[in-house]
């Protein structure tokens, strides 16, 4: 029962501007979109989460449309270091409190 | 504080033998998640604890897996008997019970 479509793989050039889809077309209105990352090895890592507004913090931007059917994860300068699985989630606590991690986006930074 | 903490980080066991993990999680954390990740699965999430008490352990895929939390800051996750296809890594998680969980590195399981 995935609630999120990805893209299972993309490159990026190190220094510019990683922009990472996700379709979430049958959100709530009560549902947030989180987006968490894997680097190897390693367990999952929180980025940033939204429920209809922009979003930025130190590590990142969501951008969510105005319909909530999609959203956009935006690595302003993107470094070897984010070569991760970047994982988009749709999340409500009235649903149970829990996190369901589907596929994700590889995303690999090159030099 | 330490961040979540699991151990073993590696163990490497024999079919049929008990295989126990265990998980502290952050200090004030009021919810606990054990996933189990493959290359096949993927992240699976397996049972989350709330206060303590089991809410959901759906994932849980058969009786030879149980899951534990004595008090708030230790969880266990047992496997008994093990099979070599319970070979995976194991992460617990902890959370203040929103969305945002804090991931242990894992412990990677491997039964031969």
Known sequence: ?111 | DAGVIQSPRHEVTEMGQEVTLRCKPISGHNSLFWYRQTMMRGLELLIYFNNNVPIDDSGMPEDRFSAKMPNASFSTLKIQPSEPRDSAVYFCASSFGGGELFFGEGSRLTVL
């Open chain 1, 1 to 111: 029962d995935a609630k999120t479509t990805q893209p299972p793989s993309m490159d990026c050039a190190e220094g510019r501007a990683a922009n990472l889809p996700c379709n979430h077309s049958t959100i709530s209105g009560n549902e947030y979109v989180y987006w968490y990352r894997q680097i190897h090895s390693q367990g999952p890592q929180y980025i940033i989460h939204g429920l209809k507004n922009n979003e930025t913090n130190e590590m990142a931007s969501l951008i969510i449309t105005e319909d909530r059917k999609s959203s956009t994860l935006i690595l302003p300068h993107a470094t070897l270091r984010d070569t991760a699985v970047y994982y988009c989630i749709v999340f409500s606590k009235a649903a149970g409190n829990k996190l369901t991690f589907g596929g994700g986006t590889r995303v690999l930074v090159k030099p």
